[in-house]
């Protein structure tokens, strides 16, 4: 497994040389600025891919592509948010007066612009085609209970808390969450799939053949669209123009990289003459095509292989990361770059797949805290001063991994210790410059630097609204069962473990109703309205979407007369204070 190729290792100031500095001051590792600058983040383009094919490229992290159709064009993918959307309708007025007149969502991270789109054709009814988990993808449901907290760090991994300008500021260039200073161009204007496709589905829109196929990528509910008469692909799978991130810093279900190369097959069995990701420039040619997916296809082979055989070796995810590495001349092919995602997050991301969280060491079944570990540490070294001159040792050697670790301790202990805050702040910023992962790592090592100097406020934890980050609109245009289960996860139990009770939710407007079930600090939601409640809540489920989304309280709702409240006073009073923020002030 281990082999003589050792990578250069940025956290110990291998990669010290490579520091440069982008047009906009952000001081960086110059072959990832210089890969971002010349690829297909580096400028937008509205790329003609053959007759009949267009996508636009490098305005956001994904791509837009339109396919001529028999009255208009196929739209995939519609961006981040509704700004999105309209920035595409005009790039595509550009090249063509012809209406939209059907969307794939090729998964659901790229589905905040429809609204856009179907609000400038009002006189049309457009068909969203999609995957059958679509819906409950784009509101957490396959990985329950962590959208708001993977948004509030795909915040930090996109660099958004960083200056604009300056050496800290972010250098994802295309590779955003594009902002605009109207605000309402910034929200989620999802709208649900309207026709679910499944596994080898044929489907004919608009006169034009789509084969579908089910796909894992970054996304369980992705899609291979296939066009024949086009002899083309466009994809969600691991094929992207840099190394795919088989793990992401900002968390997410596992990526199995056996469902991953099962994608990447489907692709290279079609072997199509033009294939479109969701990310990166066109490729056109079978070879070319064929030579791509398979190179990405065997990196990803070689990293599970190699961790399954050091996972039999009884090999810790520590001891893995310093003997897997990939051939040097596959390291060193620029379609695998690593601008995205380290190669040991990978390992360890696949580690923690297969095995789970524990390794081999029993001290780490119950392991101390972070702070009593800091304590023993410290008083080991002879005092806080003591530990911040060791680090300074270490930082003189260029072991910057090492001297974070030492000021983590450090702070454990004295949390406002101005030298150890420094000290640390100075190593992650010198990590952030050199290391070739300039979108996730940087970005997260840049973000806690200027947080540890004041630079920039600590990010606030994310609201407790279960849908801060999307428009009332968007969720009032989704299942009212899909929205209210969400509940489920946001349950606060303290103080009321012993409550048994059951609530109606009531939606006066479509004449639905679900419940929730609370037992022992424990909530499980009910898909069927209880014939017998002990808490009853009747309003609109145009207004309980202000209160998913964080707009407005229950409590609010009820005092304005929009929504009625009733049932025993101490069931009412201990469910509206354990959904305090959400259903109560």
């Known amino acids: 497994m281990e082999n003589n190729y050792q990578p250069p290792r940025f956290y110990r100031g291998e990669m010290d040389d490579k520091t440069g500095t982008a047009g906009h001051g952000a001081v960086l590792n110059e072959d990832y600025n210089r890969i971002m600058v010349e690829g297909p983040w580096g400028q937008v383009k509205m790329q003609k891919v053959r007759d009949g094919v267009h996508c636009l490229t490098g305005f956001a992290v994904a791509n837009f592509t339109l396919v001529e159709s028999d009255s208009g064009f196929i739209l995939i993918d519609t961006g981040l948010n509704r700004g999105c959307g309209e920035e595409l309708l005009r790039r595509k007025a550009e090249i063509s007066d012809k209406p939209i007149v059907a969307i794939i969502f090729s998964h659901n991270h790229y589905t905040g612009g429809a609204r856009a789109i179907l609000e400038a054709h009002p006189d049309r009814?457009?068909?969203?085609?999609?995957?059958?988990?679509?819906?409950n993808s784009i509101f957490g449901l396959v990985d329950p209970g962590t959208l708001r907290h993977a948004v509030d760090r795909a915040i930090k991994q996109m660099g958004m808390y960083l200056p604009k300008t300056g050496p800290d500021s972010s250098a994802t260039y295309g590779f955003c969450i594009p902002q605009f200073e109207d605000p309402a161009l910034n929200v989620n204007g999802h709208l649900p799939v309207t026709h679910e496709v499944q596994d080898g589905d044929e489907v004919v829109i608009d006169g034009v053949k789509v084969c579908f196929h089910h796909a894992m990528a970054d996304a369980p509910d992705s899609l291979i669209s296939y066009f024949p008469e086009y002899d083309l692909i466009q994809h969600n799978t691991a094929i992207m123009p840099v190394m795919f991130p088989l793990y992401t810093l900002r968390g997410g279900e596992y990526r199995n990289p056996v469902n991953l190369i099962e994608g990447i097959d489907k692709i290279r069995e079609i072997c199509p003459e033009h294939l479109i990701g969701c990310h990166g420039n066109p490729v056109s040619g079978k070879e070319n095509v064929y030579e791509l997916a398979t190179l990405h296809r065997d990196a990803y082979a070689f990293l599970f292989q190699q961790t399954l055989?050091?996972?039999?070796?009884?090999l810790s995810p520590d001891d893995l990361v310093q003997q897997i590495h990939l051939p040097k001349h596959v390291n060193e092919n620029l379609a695998l770059f690593p601008a995205y995602i380290d190669v040991e997050y990978i390992v360890r991301g696949i580690y923690l797949g297969v095995i789970g969280w524990w390794a081999t060491d029993t001290a780490d079944l119950h392991p101390p805290t972070q702070q009593e570990m800091g304590?023993?540490?410290?008083?080991?070294?002879?005092?806080?001063?003591?530990?911040?001159?060791?680090?300074?040792?270490?930082?003189?050697?260029?072991?910057?991994?090492?001297v974070a670790k030492l000021m983590s301790y450090a702070l454990s202990v004295e949390p406002d210790n101005t030298e150890a805050k420094q000290l640390k702040a100075d190593v992650l910023r010198k990590m952030a410059q050199t290391t070739r992962s300039g979108i996730q790592t940087r970005n997260f090592l840049l973000t806690e630097a200027c947080e540890l100097e004041g630079k920039i406020p600590a990010p606030q934890r994310p609201e407790k609204a279960p849908l801060t980050n999307m428009h009332p609109a968007t969720v009032a245009n989704s299942s009212p069962a899909t929205i209210v289960k969400l509940m489920e996860n946001h349950f606060n139990p303290e103080g009321v473990e012993q409550l048994s009770a059951t609530v109606l939710i009531h939606f006066t407007d479509q004449g639905v109703g679900y419940g929730l079930a609370i037992r022992n600090g424990a909530v499980e939601f009910l898909a069927q309205a209880p014939a017998d409640s002990d808490m009853q809540i009747r309003l609109p489920f145009s207004d309980w979407a202000l209160v998913a989304t964080g707009q407005c309280t229950l409590q609010a709702l009820t005092a304005d007369g929009i929504a009625e409240v009733s049932g025993e006073k101490s069931v009412v009073d201990a469910v509206m204070n354990a959904y305090k923020g959400i259903l109560g002030a």
């Open 125 to 135: 009814d457009i068909p969203i085609y999609g995957h059958p988990q679509t819906e």
């Open 309 to 314: 055989q050091g996972i039999n070796r009884g």
């Open 375 to 402: 304590e023993v540490i410290v008083e080991g070294f002879g005092g806080v001063d003591a530990v911040i001159n060791r680090g300074r040792k270490a930082m003189a050697a260029k072991q910057y991994n090492l």
